[in-house]
C-alpha cells in the first residue's frame, strides 16, 4: 500500500515536471535553404530576413520560444528531401520553411502532406507549387503573376515583335508561358522562345541568336543570382547597343546583384513584387535594419523570408501555438502591410496576393535600383484565376 503510494506521488511528479517541462519546449521552424552551389544567394537572403523577423518580433509564442534550424539542402532536390525527412521525424518541426528552387518545393510536398505538417514556400516561385500539398502557403509571388504586367506594358508602349529567353525549368516555362499567352493577346508577335540550361548556362549562343534576327525586345527570365551572368553576355554581345531592348522580370535585376552589373543594366524595363527602392516607411524600416543585420541590400527573397517569418509567428499566435491544419487554417486570408506594400494570403490558393510594380533600372546616390513607376494592384496567380 505505501509502495504502492509513493509510486503514485513519484508518477504525479514525473507528470507535473513533464507538464512543466512542455510549456517550455520551443517550437521549431525548420529552413531548407540552398547555402552552397550556384544558388547560395537565394540561401543567405532567406535567413539574414527570418533570422532578422525572429529576433524583431518572433522570439517566444504562448510562452514558449521560437526556435530556427537551417539545413543546407545546397539547391538540390534529394538532398532536400532527405532533409526535410529528418526535420519531421527527429526534430519534430511544427514548420518546414524556405524552398529556394522549384524541384525543392515539389520534392517536399508529399513530406508535409504525409506528416501535416504545414510548408511555408518563400522563395520558389511556379505556379503550380501550391497544388501539391494543402500544407503548402506561399509568402513568395509566382511567375506568371508578375510576368502578365509586363506583357500588358510591352504591348501598350510599341513592342510588336519579341524574343523569350528562360531558364528551361518550371518557373521558366511558367515565365514563358504568361508572356507569349498575353502578348499574343494583345496582338504581339513571339517570333522565337529560347530556353537556357539551369546549370552552368551559357547565354552566348542563344543572344547571338537575338542579335541575328533583331526583335523589338528580348523578354528574359533566369533565377535570383544569375542575372549578373547574364547582363555580362548581353554587354559582351553588343546587345546594350544594338536597339534590342530588354525586358524582364525582376529576378533579372534582382537587388543583391545589381550594382554588380554595371551601366548596362540602366533602363532595363522590369515588372516584380519588390525593390529596395520601394518607398514606404515599413520597407525603409526593412532595409536599414536589414543592412545592419546582415550588411547587404535585401532582394525580393529576402522580403519573400520576412513575410513568410510574419505569415508563421502571426498563424502561431492566433492559435496559441497551433499546429498542422489549424496552422493552415490560420494563415489563409492573413492580410499586412509587407516592406513590399499590401499583401493577403488568398484563402482558396494560399499564393500571395500583392501590387505587382512596373520598374525602371535607374542610379540614385551612386547605387543601381529598379526605380518603381507603376502600380498593379492586389494581383493574383493569374493561371489559377484562369482556372476557375
Ligand atoms: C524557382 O525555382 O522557383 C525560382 C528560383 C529563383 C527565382 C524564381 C523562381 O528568382
Not at 504525479?12 to 521552424?29: H, M, S
Not at 532578422?52 to 539545413?71: D, E, F, N
Not at 506594358?153 to 529567353?165: D, Q, Y
Not at 490558393?349 to 529598379?370: H, M, P
Amino acid at each position: 500500500m505505501l509502495k504502492k503510494t509513493v509510486a503514485g506521488l513519484a508518477g504525479i511528479a514525473t507528470l507535473a515536471f513533464a507538464g512543466a517541462a512542455g510549456a517550455q519546449e520551443p517550437i521549431k521552424i525548420g529552413l531548407l535553404l540552398p547555402m552552397t552551389g550556384p544558388f547560395a544567394s537565394t540561401g543567405r537572403q532567406v535567413e539574414a530576413a527570418a533570422r532578422l523577423y525572429h529576433g524583431q518580433h518572433c522570439q517566444t509564442v504562448a510562452g514558449r520560444p521560437v526556435q530556427i534550424l537551417l539545413k543546407d539542402d545546397t539547391g538540390t532536390a534529394d538532398v532536400t528531401r532527405r532533409l526535410a525527412q529528418e526535420f519531421v521525424v527527429n526534430d519534430k518541426v511544427n514548420v518546414l520553411a524556405g524552398f529556394g528552387l522549384t524541384p525543392l518545393a515539389f520534392a517536399t510536398a508529399p513530406i508535409a502532406t504525409q506528416a501535416k505538417t504545414p510548408m511555408v514556400v518563400m522563395a520558389a516561385a511556379t505556379s503550380a507549387i501550391t497544388e501539391q500539398s494543402p500544407f503548402i502557403v506561399r509568402s513568395s509571388f509566382t511567375l506568371p503573376q508578375v510576368t502578365v504586367p509586363l506583357a500588358e506594358w510591352a504591348s501598350k508602349n510599341g513592342i510588336k515583335r519579341v524574343m523569350t529567353l528562360v531558364t528551361d525549368y518550371a518557373p521558366g516555362i511558367d515565365a514563358e508561358t504568361a508572356f507569349k499567352g498575353r502578348f499574343t493577346q494583345d496582338g504581339g508577335q513571339v517570333l522565337s522562345e529560347l530556353r537556357v540550361p539551369l546549370r552552368n548556362p551559357d547565354f552566348a549562343p542563344f543572344l547571338q541568336r537575338v542579335a541575328d534576327a533583331k526583335p523589338d525586345a528580348v523578354f528574359v527570365f533566369v533565377p535570383s543570382g544569375v542575372g549578373a551572368a547574364f547582363m555580362k553576355q548581353f554587354s559582351e554581345r553588343g546587345l546594350d547597343k544594338s536597339g534590342v531592348r530588354l525586358i524582364a522580370t525582376g529576378d533579372v535585376t534582382d537587388d543583391d546583384i545589381l550594382n554588380e552589373m554595371g551601366e548596362v543594366a540602366l533602363g532595363t524595363i522590369t515588372t516584380h513584387h519588390y525593390s529596395a527602392a520601394h518607398d514606404s516607411p515599413e520597407n525603409k524600416a526593412f532595409v536599414e535594419a536589414f543592412r545592419k543585420a546582415a550588411n547587404m541590400r535585401p532582394n525580393f527573397m529576402g522580403v519573400g523570408g520576412f513575410d513568410g517569418m510574419h505569415l508563421i509567428c502571426e498563424a502561431l499566435k492566433k492559435t496559441n501555438a497551433g499546429a498542422g491544419d489549424a496552422l493552415v487554417e490560420a494563415m489563409k486570408g492573413m492580410k499586412w502591410t509587407s516592406p513590399r506594400g499590401p499583401v493577403s494570403i488568398d484563402p482558396e490558393t494560399r499564393d500571395i496576393v500583392q501590387n505587382v510594380y512596373v520598374r525602371r533600372v535607374e542610379r540614385r546616390d551612386g547605387e543601381l535600383y529598379n526605380v518603381e513607376f507603376a502600380t498593379i494592384e492586389a494581383v493574383k496567380d493569374p493561371v489559377k484565376a484562369a482556372k476557375k
